[in-house]
């Protein structure tokens, strides 16, 4: 059964850090550009970051640049999502996603991923 599990979400207080992990199962990911989107209570799903399966190129949400960093190990199958400098407009669940196309193109864009994690809660508080 192929599989996405996050973790590492919590409480964290405004100015504090996070790293999240997804971990694949049931196939190889290494060969798959991956994403994180996040969904607050009420909002609808939005995009947060993607990265290339080649690792050379990312891509990030206008709120998140330059605070957030996705990363991946394919030797453990798991992407992470570093947050730094969070903010209480970051609470939300976020989610992990295999890319399905074989090209890369509107990262952002849900519809182009087709494997989801569960997702994981990321609370900040001011």
């Known amino acids: 059964q192929v599989q996405l599990v996050e973790s590492g979400g919590g409480l964290v207080q405004a100015g504090g850090s996070l790293r999240l992990a997804c971990a694949g199962s049931?196939?190889?990911?290494?060969?798959?550009?991956m994403g994180w989107f996040r969904q607050a209570p009420g909002k609808e799903r939005e995009f947060v970051a993607a990265?290339?399966?080649?690792?050379?190129?990312?891509y990030y949400a206008v709120a998140v640049r330059g605070r957030f960093t996705i990363s991946r190990d394919n030797a453990k199958n798991t992407v992470y999502l570093q947050m730094n400098s969070l903010k209480p407009e970051d609470t939300a669940a976020y989610y992990c996603?295999?890319?399905?196309?074989?090209?890369?193109?509107?990262?952002?864009?849900?519809?182009?991923?087709?494997?989801w994690g569960q997702g994981t809660q990321v609370t900040v508080s001011s």
């Open positions: 990265l290339k399966w080649s690792g050379d190129n990312t």
């Open positions: 996603a295999v890319y399905k196309q074989n090209f890369w193109s509107r990262p952002w864009d849900g519809t182009n991923y087709n494997i």
């Open positions: 049931g196939r190889s990911f290494s060969a798959y550009s």
